[in-house]
């Protein structure tokens, strides 16, 4: 099994609609959680931490669940813009790498 | 401005012609790592470094080499460089390895031929 696995889509949503993509884990160890975003052909870039809470910045929230080792990514009002590849990053405490999914590819039409 | 620097962004080479990719950055990290990224694979890590003269292996070390001299710079080496190695290569820092943000460089698409 996958130490992070993703969905790798392409998801297809029109303007304003809401979609939200899970990413599952396999080491309980995993302590810290991540969510970035990469466009095409560029450099991964932070979006958002998961925290054990769960996170929400502006359309964009976050959750964690434990129990089923998952965390999820929930985009409302999806704009044009948000058209990308978003990567989940599990990475077990202890260990000196991040460990990155695969990647679920967005994809936002008019 | 916080960066992550890379040289060169594109790269074509031939086999077995030893290259250098530079990575330089200016938030005094000390965590330091390379990843390539292929499609249907994902980022999977090359080589890291926990400080000077601090490296080891990540999951994917074959045909490279890293180096840490200095605090700011980890230069990924290609000593005879394979078209299996064609591919794009990013660099990034972070404070620490496992828990807090890292900055990638804009990436360095290599081509073997």
């Known amino acids: 099994r996958k130490e992070v696995e993703q969905d790798p889509g392409p998801f297809n949503v029109p303007e304003g609609a809401t979609v939200a993509f899970n990413c599952t884990y396999s080491?309980?160890?995993?302590?810290?959680f991540f969510w970035y975003r990469q466009d095409c052909r560029k450099e991964p870039k932070l979006l958002m931490s998961?925290?054990?809470s769960g996170n929400e910045d502006g359309r964009f929230t976050a959750q964690l669940n434990r129990a089923s080792q998952y965390i999820s990514l929930l985009i409302r009002d999806s704009k044009l813009s948000d058209s990308a590849t978003y990567l989940c990053?599990?990475?077990?405490?202890?260990?000196?790498?991040?460990?990155f999914g695969t990647g679920t590819r967005l994809l936002v039409s008019p | 401005e916080a960066q992550v620097t890379q040289n060169p962004r594109y790269l074509i080479t031939v086999t077995g012609k030893k290259l250098t990719v530079t990575c330089s950055q200016n938030?005094?990290?000390?965590?330091m790592s390379w990843y390539r990224q292929d499609p249907g694979l994902g980022l999977r890590q090359i080589y890291y470094?926990?400080?000077?003269?601090?490296?080891d292996k990540g999951d994917v070390p074959e045909g490279y080499k890293v180096s840490r001299k200095e605090k700011r710079n980890f230069p990924l080496i290609l000593e005879s460089p394979s078209p299996n190695q064609t591919s794009l290569y990013f660099c990034?820092?972070?404070?620490?390895?496992?828990?807090?943000?890292?900055?990638f460089g804009q990436g360095t698409r290599l081509t073997v031929v």
């Open positions: 990034a820092s972070s404070l620490f390895p496992g828990n807090t943000e890292a900055f």
């Open positions: 080491n309980s160890a995993s302590q810290s």
């Open positions: 998961v925290y054990s």
């Open positions: 990053v599990a990475p077990p405490t202890g260990f000196q790498k991040l460990v």
């Open positions: 938030m005094n990290h000390e965590y």
């Open positions: 470094s926990m400080n000077v003269e601090v490296t």
